[in-house]
């Protein structure tokens, strides 16, 4: 299996802060990667695919990024709505793999 | 809207089967560019992929749970349904079904939207 390992497992951050969260995948998966969002007890909703492509409806302060086997999400100026655990997801294989999480808290 | 729903047993002892239903409206698994999946999130951890059944009846599952898992769809009832044997407490989960979109060429796909989630729990 295609491991992904996303950095850091927590971030604290103030609202208005730029944050990025970086998956890194175990081999080269072109851009088979999507990011998602889950607020607590919720389920996860689709930010990002194809690395870059910026998901209907999903604000522009959010952005996607790729170089080599590191992906990154990027959000520009955290709004308290973000604070939230944020997963990807590659594709390259059919048996898919999502990294661990990485927990967004309000500093 | 596309919209998903979860539905099934909410407990479940050791050893028996899990049999979960999602049943979906907005879209027909009969387009091409359409599956559905199930997905798990154990208490306070990660994402978890079960299965997928595409358009086509193409089914792929999780390695490590092959052998207790089937996917199957019906398409005129606009449902997929999973089944997992010999269910265990490490099993307990939040159960996920989302619809997935292919596009273009190659492998690029995802889940959107998903349902709300169904909590199973295995516990004698």
């Known amino acids: 299996d295609i491991q992904m390992t996303q950095s850091p497992s927590s971030l604290s951050a103030s609202v208005g802060d730029r944050i990025s969260i970086t998956c890194r995948a175990s081999?080269?998966?072109?851009?088979?990667l999507n990011w998602y969002q889950q607020q607590p007890g919720k389920a996860p909703r689709l930010l990002i695919y194809?690395?870059?492509n910026l998901q209907d409806g999903v604000p522009s302060r959010f952005s996607g990024s790729a170089s080599g086997t590191d992906f990154t999400l990027t959000i520009s100026s955290l709004q308290p709505e973000d604070f939230a655990t944020y997963y990807c997801?590659?594709?390259?294989?059919?048996?898919?793999?999502f990294g661990q999480g990485t927990k967004l808290e309000i500093k | 809207q596309i919209t998903l729903k979860e539905s099934g047993p909410t407990l479940v002892r050791p050893t028996q089967t899990l049999t979960l239903t999602c049943t979906f409206s907005?879209?027909?698994?009969?387009?091409?560019?359409?599956?559905v999946g199930w997905i798990r999130q154990p208490p306070g951890k990660a994402l978890e992929w079960l299965a997928v059944?595409?358009?086509?009846?193409?089914?792929t599952y999780r390695p490590s749970l092959r052998n207790r898992l089937t996917i199957s769809k019906d398409t005129s009832k606009n449902q997929v349904v999973l089944t997992m044997t010999n269910m265990d407490p490490v099993d307990t989960a939040t159960y996920y079904c989302?619809?997935?979109?292919?596009w273009g060429s190659g492998n690029y796909n995802w889940f959107d939207p998903w349902g709300q989630g169904i909590l199973v729990t295995v516990s004698s």
């Open positions: 059944v595409s358009w086509n009846d193409d089914k």
């Open positions: 081999q080269n998966i072109i851009t088979y």
């Open positions: 194809a690395a870059s």
């Open positions: 907005g879209f027909s698994l009969s387009t091409s560019v359409v599956g």
């Open positions: 989302a619809r997935r979109r292919h």
């Open positions: 997801q590659q594709t390259f294989s059919s048996h898919v793999t």
